[in-house]
């Protein structure tokens, strides 16, 4: 199983922004040859799909909630998936998960699932 390093978390204001990173520690595994994609679950509340980066034209995905406020990239080089957050609102409160998509991106970030590894996630927190 793939293992998946998430990063960037953290306390913030509202309006503020993050970038969250995902690294890998599976020698081997490289994000360019997969979907990958971000999703998050807030307590109480069930899992949802942010975003997602195809792995055949490297278009991206995003949830209805951060349309607009959320940019999603891979840099080959460093073998590292980025999420750059902006405009952060206390809904967007939630730890937020990286993960291997094993179906279509489009149908995942809007059904919440096909999620084959993630890992253990970054905690993003939104103060007002």
């Known amino acids: 199983q793939v293992q998946l390093v998430e990063s960037g978390g953290g306390l913030v204001q509202v309006g503020e922004s993050l970038r969250l990173s995902c690294t890998t520690s599976?020698?081997?595994?490289?994000?360019?040859?997969?979907?990958v994609g971000w999703f998050r679950q807030a307590p109480g509340k069930e899992r949802e799909g942010v975003s997602c980066?195809?792995?055949?034209?490297?278009?991206?995905y995003y949830g209805e909630s951060v349309q607009g406020r959320a940019a999603m990239s891979r840099d080959n080089a460093k073998n590292t998936v980025y999420l750059q957050l902006n405009n952060l609102k206390p809904d967007d409160t939630a730890v937020y998960y990286c993960?291997?998509?094993?179906?279509?991106?489009?149908?995942?970030?809007?059904?919440?699932?096909?999620?084959?590894?993630w890992g253990q996630g970054t905690q993003v927190t939104v103060s007002s």
């Open positions: 993960a291997t998509v094993a179906i279509g991106c489009g149908y995942s970030v809007r059904s919440s699932i096909g999620y084959a590894s």
């Open positions: 599976t020698a081997g595994f490289i994000f360019d040859d997969y979907n």
């Open positions: 980066l195809s792995e055949h034209d490297n278009s991206p």
